[in-house]
């Protein structure tokens, strides 16, 4: 079952090109399988090399995990932790053709039903300040430079939806502060490639 929502802010600019390409999974069941991804202004899907890194951190932390991946976009990190065996993956896309296209990607993977993935097309605050999950990891990869990476661990924090030990990846400019990150988590590991800098933190709340 795939669920969405009427919600929006803003309109984002999702329209499809001809420089419509790919991502790839890289491990799990599904390795080496390409799924769609269109090209969109502020797109900037995981690439292989960070993905990789990050799924070597968590390599016995994924399976059978609840799993939000907070900005999905192209689902990059949500469909590889399904990939690895977690029991469940939230994918939070607020603009609409993208998050068409991550439901056509579902479809091309012959889940049988009950889907363990669902599309959720609104914003992500407003996801998370209502979801009734609790997660043991979350993936946060907003565009960059606004200032979503802060109220999203607000977000988190306020509704209370992680797990004691959940796993939570922030992804961000490479200059981006560490100062909002909440007390109760412990940084676990943290890399920089180019302009990206990539953290793996643990709630020990």
């Known amino acids: 079952m795939v669920s969405r929502s ?18 790839r999974i890289i491990g799990g069941i599904w390795k080496g399988k390409k799924l769609k991804v269109q090209d969109s202004q502020g797109l900037r899907p ?6 990789e890194t990050l799924f070597n ?5 994924v399976a059978e995990k609840t799993v939000l991946d907070a900005f999905s976009g192209a689902g990059s990190l949500g469909f590889e932790a399904l990939s690895r065996g977690a029991k ?12 068409r296209q991550l439901e056509q990607n579902i479809a091309s993977l012959s889940i049988s039903d009950p889907t363990p993935i669902n599309v959720y097309n609104q914003s992500c605050l407003d996801f998370i300040a209502n979801t009734q999950q609790n997660y043991d990891l979350v993936f946060i990869d907003p565009p960059f430079n606004q200032n979503l990476v802060e109220k999203t661990l607000q977000a988190l924090v306020d509704s209370n939806c992680l797990t004691d030990d959940a796993f939570i990846y922030i992804e961000t400019e ?15 590991k943290e890399k920089t490639t180019g302009q990206v800098c990539y953290r793996l933190y643990r709630n020990q709340g």
């Open 57 to 61: 951190w968590l390599m016995f932390d």
């Open 174 to 188: 490479k200059d981006w502060s560490v100062n909002s990150i909440p007390d109760t988590w412990v940084q676990l």
């Open 88 to 99: 469940s993956v939230d994918l939070v896309e607020l603009a609409k053709p993208i998050a």
């Open 6 to 23: 009427k919600s929006r802010q803003n309109k984002p600019n999702a329209k499809a090109s001809k420089s419509d390409g790919f991502i």
């Open 46 to 51: 995981t690439t292989d090399r960070i993905k």
